[in-house]
């Protein structure tokens, strides 16, 4: 069964860092890019970041490139994302997500952590 | 940047009844690169639909996603009561290599 368990986040003041970190289960962590996606409080999803399986390529939305960094420890099934120079607008749950082989949809999702920017 | 909208915003229905869901794309997206997702209050996205109009592992014979070009559309035939839910689109892009999900519908009790 495979499992993804979102941790590290939580409130951080404007300007602030955070590293969210999701440890993978049930399925061969190193042949699947991955991805984290996020949800505002009673908004739709928004795609945040992705990298592909050895790490080598990554990818970012607009709103976040610069500012965030996504990377990945295939010995240690985990897959993180590092975010600088946080604003309100960042505040959202984020959601570790794994994509399908050819990369175009989400497979499967884990439960996501809240994180919070405010003063 | 391709555009998402997904129409109605809520879809109010009682069991048993069809529910048809709209989303269309600001411009043409193969149909391989569509995906739908059914998200539960308090729970995360699963995936339902992709390429269109394959069901994921597991997703019952009662969704069904079609549609090509611009316009693509995801029914529900039976509703049950615990298909009650948000639904979602979403769509690929290769080049530059990005996502992009519609704002979503939810289907509500009547």
């Known amino acids: 069964e495979v499992q993804l368990l979102e941790s590290g986040g939580g409130l951080v003041h404007p300007g602030g860092s955070l590293r969210l970190s999701c440890s993978a289960s049930?399925?061969?962590?190193?042949?699947?890019?991955m991805s984290w996606v996020r949800q505002a409080p009673g908004k739709g999803l928004e795609w945040v970041s992705g990298?592909?399986?050895?790490?080598?390529?990554?990818y970012f939305a607009d709103s976040v490139k610069g500012r965030f960094t996504i990377s990945r420890d295939n010995s240690k099934n985990a897959l993180y994302l590092q975010m600088n120079s946080l604003t309100a607008e960042d505040t959202a749950v984020y959601y570790c997500?794994?994509?399908?082989?050819?990369?175009?949809?989400?497979?499967?999702w884990g439960q996501g952590t809240l994180v919070t920017v405010s003063s | 940047e391709i555009v998402l909208t997904q129409s109605p915003g809520t879809l109010s229905l009682s069991p048993g009844e069809r529910a048809t869901l709209s989303c269309r794309a600001s411009q043409s997206v193969s149909r391989h690169y569509i995906a739908w997702y059914q998200q539960k209050a308090g729970q995360a996205p699963r995936l339902l639909i992709y390429?269109?109009?394959s069901r994921a592992t597991g997703v019952p014979d009662r969704f069904s996603g079609s549609g090509s070009g611009t316009d693509f559309t995801l029914t529900i035939s039976r509703l049950e009561p615990e298909d009650f839910a948000v639904y979602h689109c979403q769509q690929y892009e290769s080049s530059p290599r990005r996502f992009t999900f519609g704002p979503g519908t939810k289907v509500d009790i009547k």
């Open positions: 997500a794994k994509f399908t082989i050819n990369w175009y949809y989400f497979e499967y």
């Open positions: 390429a269109a109009s």
């Open positions: 990298i592909s399986s050895t790490g080598d390529s990554t």
């Open positions: 049930g399925f061969t962590f190193s042949t699947y890019g």
